[in-house]
């Protein structure tokens, strides 16, 4: 089944089982690998992802769901030459980048 969606202001369309869990479709069919699993039960946060402005776990957010809508990872916040404040921050005070400490 085909399910359409915008990921950082780019229109996308992947053809997987339309339960698939989001994270698994942005990290292997898509290719952007700032969104990490952590525990896959929607705990850890490491998995956060903006779907039409909301904070959601992608690890239990199957794909069908988000037919339509606009997702924004971490790399659609800022360009190389233009971070994002929260990138920036993570880069100056040397974050680790699992999100368990967010969540």
Known sequence: MSTSFMINGRQRTVDVDPSKPLLWVIR??????G?????????CG?????VDGEA????????????GKA???IEGLGKEN???P???????HQV???GYCQS
């Open 46 to 50: 490491a998995c956060t992802v903006q």
């Open 71 to 73: 997702v924004t990872t």
């Open 35 to 43: 969104t990490k699993f952590g525990c896959g039960i929607a705990q």
């Open 96 to 98: 680790p980048q699992c």
């Open 86 to 92: 929260l990138q920036q921050a993570w880069i100056d």
């Open 82 to 84: 233009d971070l994002h």
């Open 56 to 67: 959601i776990r992608s690890c239990v957010t199957p794909v069908s769901s988000i037919e």
């Open 28 to 33: 292997e069919n898509l290719g952007l690998t």
